[in-house]
């Protein structure tokens, strides 16, 4: 089971840009996927999530310029962000609480994590 974040890049303020974040393998239940960012000398913050049963919640600091979604038979979530600030740049992550399968055993927990995507604003 894996989890494969892409999708950012180098934006001017005021633009757009999607990451998606797709597991992969054997996944049983995708209960819920958060997003999160890290910007350099801060910690890692919660900016949107999203559970299986479509509930969402985002950190003050994005609502209204960010919407997550999700693909359930593709097993990926997206984060659309709109109006992107440059207080916005960071390394985004993907985490998952999931249940799959991984050599014939169960596997759960809220431990999968993305490799992280860089989301850079600027002019």
């Known amino acids: 089971v894996q989890l494969q974040a892409s999708g950012g890049g180098l934006v001017q303020p005021g633009g757009y840009l999607r990451l998606s974040c797709a597991a992969s393998?054997?996944?049983?239940?995708?209960?819920?996927v958060g997003w999160y960012r890290q910007a350099p000398g801060k910690q890692r913050e919660l900016v949107a999530a999203i559970t299986d049963g479509g509930s969402t919640n985002y950190a003050n600091s994005v609502k209204g310029r960010f919407a997550v979604s999700r693909d359930n038979a593709k097993n990926t979530v997206y984060l659309q962000m709109n109006s992107l600030k440059p207080e916005d740049t960071a390394v985004y992550y993907c985490n998952a609480d999931l249940i799959g399968m991984e050599e014939g055993a169960v596997v759960a927990g809220k431990d999968f994590w993305g490799q992280g995507t860089q989301v850079t604003v600027s002019s």
């Open positions: 393998g054997t996944i049983l239940r995708l209960v819920a």
